[in-house]
């Protein structure tokens, strides 16, 4: 969970981490850039919508209007399916009102106890109750997480690889990985690569790009560019200075001043 001085995640109460990978509040100023991470969130803004944002595959920007805060939680890969009962290869790429995920009058009954909260921290907790009050004895699918397990194994798996190692046919892996994440297997493999980089390169000390490629399960550190501008538009050494001046207590060699240029080893 990356903290940066607009965004900050908070671990969610024990009997949601089934459910939640984190919540969060924020106070955005200016354009952002969203990488995609196969989570799906369900987020309140003090413009007063509640907003479910499906999976992506690609990054994107938001700018929100001056002042305008935020709180969410974000579902742990695979997790919204089998809540809300959605296959969310129906969602993808696209932010929708709430009430198309929840019901209208649920919808409504959320945004309003959250609104009516004093402050953002409260916001966000009365969003985590609403949830584990909902939801907190519900279990996800639990093929989500093998598929997740077995591409931390083998991040360069090819599919009839996957399927075998799952006990299940290739087309049926492709439609169960459509349903819980929205994608192909294929897509999500590399979107858990890109985090898998992004993850090692906030807590390598000594990092070059060619090294922090090979341990995040690409081939090379050519690979790793490729799919780098294919889901964010940017190479590796941009996506990180972008991501990382925002770390004022980030240790070494992201603290200000001191150049991506020493990811490629120079």
């Not at 949830?131 to 931390?152: G, S």
């Not at 922090?212 to 941009?238: F, K, N």
């Amino acid at each position: 969970m990356l903290r940066t001085g607009w965004y900050v995640p908070v671990e969610p109460p024990a009997d949601c981490l089934h459910l939640l990978l984190c919540s969060w509040s924020a106070e955005p100023t200016g354009q952002h850039l969203l990488v995609p991470d196969a989570c799906c969130d369900l987020l309140w803004l003090s413009s007063g919508r509640l907003v479910f944002c499906g999976p992506e595959t690609t990054a994107w920007s938001f700018e929100l209007p001056p002042g305008t805060t935020a709180v969410g939680v974000r579902f742990r890969p695979g997790v919204p399916s089998a809540l809300f009962g959605i296959d969310l290869s129906q969602h993808r790429e696209v932010r929708v009102d709430a009430a198309e995920i929840l019901g209208a009058e649920l919808a409504q009954d959320w945004n309003a106890r959250i609104g009516a909260a004093a402050d953002l921290d409260r916001r966000r907790d009365v969003l985590v109750d609403l949830i584990r009050d909902r939801h907190a004895h519900e279990m996800a699918d639990p093929f989500a997480d093998a598929l997740l397990v077995r591409l931390a194994v083998t991040p360069r798996a090819h599919v009839n690889e996957l399927a075998a190692a799952l006990s299940t046919h290739p087309r049926t892996l492709h439609r169960r990985c459509l349903r819980l994440f929205g994608y192909a297997p294929s897509t999500l493999a590399r979107l858990v690569r890109l985090q898998r980089f992004l993850a090692l390169a906030s807590t390598e000390r000594q990092p070059t790009l060619a090294g922090l490629a090979v341990d995040a399960g690409y081939v090379d550190q050519a690979h790793l560019s490729r799919e780098c501008r294919r889901i964010t538009g940017r190479s590796p050494a941009a996506l990180l200075s972008g991501y990382f001046s925002t770390f004022p207590d980030m240790s070494d060699p992201y603290k200000s001043g001191r150049r991506v240029d020493a990811l490629m080893g120079a």
